[in-house]
């Protein structure tokens, strides 16, 4: 099995800043594109920022501005950097690993990390 893990939520005031951060560890290979995604009350879970293994990221409209994320390939790391926090922003944020290769296995799987609570206070 592949972990990731999740670490930097917490509370923040409304203008403020979080980094979140998330390491995928195991028997792995290869990890294909890397993503944040979060789960605000009332809501589907939306996609927040990816990056490719080729380090090329991508925003959600709503973020763009206010988030970056970066990636790590060596140590299968990538960190989401949020600014201008709102009160809509609350939630759980989740790290995504996609077409994770893991060594002495043909297949190809999804991960997801348990999640991170962000809370933005007004």
């Known amino acids: 099995q592949v972990r990731l893990v999740e670490s930097g939520g917490g509370l923040v005031q409304a203008g403020g800043s979080l980094s979140l951060s998330c390491t995928a560890s195991?028997?792995?290979?290869?990890?294909?594109?890397m993503a944040w995604f979060r789960q605000t009350p009332g809501n589907e879970r939306e996609l927040v920022a990816r990056?490719?293994?080729?380090?090329?990221?991508s925003y959600a409209e709503s973020m763009k501005g206010r988030v970056s994320i970066v990636r790590d390939n060596a140590k299968n790391l990538v960190t989401l950097q949020m600014n201008s926090l709102k009160p809509e922003d609350t939630g759980v944020y989740f790290c995504?690993?996609?077409?994770?290769?893991?060594?002495?296995?043909?297949?190809?799987?999804?991960?997801w990390g348990r999640g991170t609570q962000v809370t933005v206070s007004s």
């Open positions: 995504n690993a996609e077409n994770v290769r893991m060594m002495g296995r043909s297949s190809i799987h999804n991960y």
């Open positions: 195991g028997r792995i290979l290869t990890i294909g594109d």
């Open positions: 990056i490719t293994g080729a380090l090329e990221p």
